[in-house]
């Protein structure tokens, strides 16, 4: 599962035991950063997740920022609640790819906004799958 966490919008992406395909599942719509990380981890139990992977915005030229170090602390309070590991993945333009995405899709307006975010934690998602895949990694 993945986490593209926001201060208002979290998505929440999925993938079967394959790993062949990340899904967006939802956006978890609260702005209460210790109701967010419980909401989390209801949907992480609910999807019976084996791996928790939260998008880490590094900034550009790879040093960490305010929003970072706030995922950061998320994943790190979520890791309590969850009985399995969570992973932080440098998440660098995965919110702009998600609105390039929508554009080509001609997803607009509410629904473009309700939607974004888990696109986005699906590109998170992807991009970690390709990692495991590159590496050797076999889905477990």
Partial sequence: MSVDFGDSRTGIAVCGKAEMIATPVCVISEKDFAK?????????????????????????????????EKCRLFSEELAKLVDCPVTLWDE??????????????????KKRKSVVDAVAASLILESYLGYRRNQGISPT
């Fill in 36 to 68: 967010c990380i419980e909401k989390t981890a209801v949907l992480a139990k609910e999807q019976r997740a084996e791996e928790i992977v939260v998008g880490y915005p590094k900034n550009m030229n790879g040093t960490i920022g305010e929003r970072a």
């Fill in 92 to 109: 660098r333009c995965t919110t702009v790819s998600a609105h390039n995405i929508l554009n080509v899709t001609n997803t607009r307006g």
